[in-house]
Structures are given as structure tokens and as C-alpha cells.
């Protein structure tokens, strides 16, 4: 079953196809090794807000609703 949500008009404005792709290909990574439902997938920071430059990276935050107790902080 395939995850993936529809791309966000702004988002597409902010990144390029081939980030996208990136930070698409790192979500499936990581919730291959997390046994957790995945609430949210954000991007922050300066490229989020539409304030980056060329030397700036993207920032992302992974939600997830509920992790089993051995992998809480």
C-alpha cells in the first residue's frame, strides 16, 4: 500500500522535484524502522517559510502518534 500524499501547490514552490523525491524516499526509510503510525510529515525552517537560498537545506520533522515504550526518548 503506498503512502504517498498528494503534493502541496506551495510545497512545489519551495522545493525542487528532485528534494521532494528526497525527503519522500527518507520518510519510507524511516517508517521502515519505526513501528508506529506516522501522524505528520512537516518541513520547517527557512525553505519552509519561503526564505531560503541556494546554500540552505531542508529541515523536517516526523510525528508519530505513539511509540513503543523501549523506543520512547
Known sequence: ?????P???PLTR???PREHAAAMELVRR???GVP?????ALLFG???GGEG???SG???LLVFRALPPHREP
Open 46 to 48: 527557512s525553505r519552509a
Open 7 to 9: 503534493t502541496d501547490p
Open 30 to 32: 524511516v517508517r521502515r
Open 58 to 60: 531542508l529541515d523536517g
Open 14 to 16: 519551495m522545493i525542487s
Open 1 to 5: 500500500m503506498s503512502h504517498t500524499a
Open 36 to 40: 508506529a503510525e506516522l501522524w505528520r
Open 53 to 55: 537560498g541556494p546554500g
